[in-house]
């Protein structure tokens, strides 16, 4: 009897056990990641006057959006669907001329459904030299953003971002990617592990976008170097200038639009799949070539359908 107690007791304990592991991984409570100088940190919203050059926003669960007005002063502010605490309000400090934003009070433990609406507001025109972008649980809408650098980083949410930049970088757990970039960036480079990324420019002297399990979208007029890859998904390209293009598919169809003015070669090698060429072209065994061949094109796949067709 004694032995039948201690196995039903062992048994209880496992599953106490097993409850607190599942309510730990599944997020049932968030914790805000503790931060360097938090006590240098403001509680609440804030209106700043002073120079702000850098903006810097690590945000748990919601959504963080960037908007513009007619004043010479930055607004912060918040909205959430609950009465927060005050450990449960943004905290923010102007370091420098860096204005740095965080979800709440370093390493509060959060339950799993408090969101937040973040609303930075910049002054019309502002042209930031850093912005940096970190959400755990949150979407992102960054329309007309100007900045010298741009850094987005998504563990769970889509982002929407129109801006104007040099150089980005953007990478996303799990969530959609649509960007769209004006001016002539010098370097684009995008990482996605689960989600579509839909990227257009103009004109980007570099592009480098990369996906584990998502399909993939680029339309850019013109690209001195682009580098697209994907081990599932489909990947679309569209270019109507092109220097050097490669694009590689471990499972998944790719479509390519190429200029056939003033000309390209093309390198094309499937494992398991066809190929489709809807440009007039030259054949000689895996290459391709059309006009003064200038453009150089490789594309390959290990399992999935070839297509290239002429750009629009």
């Known amino acids: 009897m004694n032995n039948q107690r201690m196995k039903w007791l062992y048994l209880l304990c496992g599953v106490v056990v097993i409850a607190a592991v599942v309510v730990s991984v599944t997020g049932i409570f968030k914790e805000v990641g503790g931060y360097a100088n938090a006590e240098k940190y403001s509680v609440g919203e804030t209106e700043i006057a ?34 927060l605490s005050e450990d449960q309000e943004l905290r923010w400090w102007l370091d420098g001329e860096t204005l740095r934003i965080q979800f709440a009070k370093s ?16 002054p019309e025109g502002k042209a930031l ?30 982002a929407t ?22 001016g002539e960036p010098q370097e684009i480079q995008v990482n996605s592990t689960s989600g579509k990324v839909l990227l ?11 996906s584990t399990s998502g399909n993939l979208e680029i339309r850019c007029a013109e690209s001195e170097e682009m580098e697209v890859s994907s081990t599932s998904g489909t990947i679309q390209t569209s270019l109507k200038k ?17 200029p056939q003015n003033p000309g390209l070669t093309a390198e094309v090698s499937t494992t398991s799949g066809d190929v489709n060429v809807e440009i007039p072209m030259e054949k000689n065994g895996k290459t391709w070539r059309c006009g003064d061949g200038s453009g150089k094109v490789s594309i390959s796949t290990t399992s999935g359908n070839v297509r290239m067709l002429e750009a629009e």
């Open 242 to 258: 092109i220097g050097q293009v490669k694009i590689g598919s471990t499972s998944g169809n790719v479509t390519a639009a190429l």
């Open 50 to 83: 002073e120079p702000v050059k850098n903006l810097s926003i690590n945000w748990t669960s919601g959504k963080v959006s960037i908007a513009y007005h007619g004043e010479n002063t930055v607004e912060v502010r918040e909205f959430s669907k609950k009465d």
């Open 200 to 210: 257009e420019a103009e004109k980007a002297k570099k592009i480098k976008v990369g």
């Open 129 to 158: 030299e850093n912005a940096e972008i970190n959400v755990t649980s949150a979407d992102v809408a960054a329309p007309e953003l100007k900045a010298e650098a741009l850094s987005l980083n998504t563990t769970s949410g889509d």
């Open 161 to 182: 971002i129109q801006a104007e930049v040099n150089k980005l970088a953007a990478t996303a757990t799990s969530g959609d990617l649509a960007l769209t970039l004006t």
């Open 107 to 122: 390493g509060l433990r959060l339950n799993w459904n408090l969101e937040k609406e973040l609303t930075v507001t910049l």
